[in-house]
């Protein structure tokens, strides 16, 4: 624990404390005249302890007003604590909102939209991270930026719908978004789970350049594609070969989920693979104003200055 005082130009006036002492200093030797005798004598003041008491109310009263200035002062006692800290993970979820996410292949009457985001919600439930929310088809857009607020996070992915955006996989895009949302997060660990049931099909930036712009960033990247092997077609080995690719890239891993039982597994190797960065500890520091206890102490010596003065000991006119 320190002392500081937060503004210290005060003090300055500390230097008007001698120059009052003296002009209050009475002029001539001190004396006091009494008469002879033994009773005289037995009454008599030595001079040390006569100029004590002459000078104790003057000194009571220079103390005070040096408790004012130090007030002024704002003095503040500064305690410094080791604080932990937990970073947690900032994940960034990219949707793929395109209209094939209609189809219902992975569950009776669901479609592949529906499933994601009732397994996003799971996962969500068992994790406290800073979530952010990318969706994109034809072009990629920042749904949600990165909060640790879990009610605004899974209301966020309970409104999504499909027609949000133009038809078409932006792929780059969505990967390119979320290296905006992700790049000046504090958090060491950083992914993307990228969930599409389409190959990139965005004319432009190149799925791999994305990738390589997450990597510098330090952003992983969990690529997830869903959907039955008979309806993904031909385009099925590009999305793969696509959706690997920036998985390696940047240290990440490609899953592929044909049913929700898959997908569930798949966020639960996820769920393990994000593992939260242990504690770090930070200094913090608290600082307590203790003004008043100055303020105080001022009163304290101006009522016993006057007392003393008042007294049987104080000074004799």
Not at 41 to 53: E, F, N, T
Not at 163 to 178: F, M, Q, S, V
Not at 182 to 203: E, F
Not at 229 to 258: C, N, P, W
Request: glycine share 8%; hydrophobic share 50%; charged share 20%.
């Amino acid at each position: 624990m320190s002392f500081e005082l937060a503004r210290p130009v005060w003090l300055w006036l500390l230097g008007a404390i001698p120059l009052w002492w003296w002009w209050v200093l009475p002029g001539g030797d001190w004396g006091l005249l009494i008469a002879r005798g033994e009773e005289a004598r037995a009454i008599a003041l030595k001079r040390w302890l006569g100029v004590a008491i002459d000078a104790m109310p003057r000194l009571l009263r220079a103390a005070a007003v040096a408790c004012v200035i130090l007030a002024l002062c704002q003095p503040q006692s500064v305690r410094t604590y080791k604080e932990p800290v937990n970073e947690g993970v900032g994940i960034a979820f990219a949707i793929d909102l395109s209209t094939s996410m209609r189809a219902t292949d992975m569950a009776q009457s669901t479609t592949r939209l529906q499933v994601a985001k009732a397994t996003i919600l799971r996962f969500l439930a068992k994790r406290s991270d800073d979530v952010g929310l990318i969706v994109f088809a034809g072009e990629a857009l920042t749904r949600l930026p990165l909060t640790r607020d879990r009610y605004v996070a899974e209301s966020a992915v309970g409104a999504l719908e499909i027609g949000l955006l133009g038809d078409g996989t932006d792929i780059a895009g969505a990967i390119a978004a979320a290296v905006g949302l992700l790049r000046d997060a504090p958090h060491r660990s950083k992914i993307l789970i990228l969930v599409t049931d389409g190959a990139h099909n965005k004319a432009g930036l190149e799925p791999a350049q994305a990738a390589r712009a997450a990597a510098a960033y330090g952003v992983r990247i969990y690529a997830i594609a869903i959907g039955s092997d008979e309806s993904r077609g031909s385009s099925g080995a590009d999305m793969e070969t696509v959706l690997t690719q920036a998985a390696r890239i940047t240290g990440g891993k490609y899953f592929h989920a044909t049913d929700v039982s898959a997908l569930d597994r798949i966020y639960t190797e996820i769920d393990e693979l994000a593992v939260v960065p242990p504690e770090t500890l930070t200094d913090r520091t608290a600082s307590t104003p203790i003004a008043r206890w100055f303020l105080l102490t001022s009163v304290v010596l101006l009522l016993a200055g006057t007392t003393l003065r008042a007294s049987r000991w104080g000074v004799i006119p």
